[in-house]
């Protein structure tokens, strides 16, 4: 079965930083992977989503993520914050066979301070 | 188009009641999955419904069930409401395509208070 871990629980930036949250993976070939974000009171927003080819994925919000193999990780990454991006984020993994159903980490909620 | 719907937003049970939440998926979306969130244990998936038939389920209890209706809407049902239950519901909608690799569309969940 696959996991994911997201390291950080907490992660501080300020208004106009760059941002890199980290998720890792367990999974015994190359899954789906996802990143999700949640607003306050709200339900998950589909950012991104990596499925093969280009390990370079582009979303929403001015967001992208890179599947790296070797390191079995699948970094969210933003180059400027802004103040609208605080919220919680969680990522997905997806196997290729069996039961498909994704896997959600436990997320990483992000303080934007201005 | 529209999103997914949950009905109702919020709810108030006591314990040793029933409750059945609604979920109305995307206009096409033929899969309908359902998750508990809280706090303490994050995201757990309860079960997913694909024209009409269960097609996978997560590690709850028979308290928990599910339908789907020919129409892709679907509910879930938890009888004999304990504390515990207290969560955020999420309704998932996709398209059910090969091995659910089109991602999720969430609903704004149902939730569910239990006194």
């Known amino acids: 079965a696959q996991s994911v871990t997201q390291p950080d629980i907490h992660i501080t930036v300020s208004e106009g930083a760059s941002l890199e949250l980290r998720c890792n993976y367990s999974?015994?070939?190359?899954?789906?992977l996802f990143w999700y974000v949640q607003s306050p009171g709200q339900g998950l927003q589909l950012l991104l989503k990596y499925f093969s080819g280009d390990t370079l994925v582009q979303g929403i919000k001015g967001f992208e993520a890179e599947f790296k193999r070797s390191q079995s990780s699948f970094n969210l990454r933003k180059p400027s914050v802004h103040w609208s991006d605080a919220a919680e984020y969680f990522c997905?993994?997806?196997?290729?066979?069996?039961?498909?159903?994704?896997?959600f980490g436990r997320g990483t909620s992000l303080i934007v301070h201005p | 188009k529209a999103g997914v719907t949950q009905t109702p937003r919020y709810l108030i049970k006591t314990r040793g009641q029933q409750v059945t939440l609604s979920c109305s998926p995307i206009s096409g979306h033929r899969s309908v999955s359902w998750y508990q969130q809280t706090p303490g244990q994050g995201l757990q998936f309860l079960f997913e419904?694909?024209?009409?038939?269960?097609?996978n389920k997560g590690n709850f209890p028979g308290r928990f069930s599910g339908r789907q209706f020919s129409n892709s809407r679907s509910e879930m049902n938890v009888s004999t409401l304990e504390l515990g239950d207290s969560a955020l519901y999420l309704c998932a909608s996709s398209l059910g395509g090969f091995q659910g690799s089109d991602g999720y569309t969430f609903g704004s969940g149902t939730r569910l208070t239990v006194v």
């Open positions: 997905a993994v997806g196997a290729r066979g069996g039961s498909y159903i994704p896997t």
């Open positions: 999974y015994g070939a190359t899954p789906y």
């Open positions: 419904y694909f024209s009409e038939t269960q097609r």
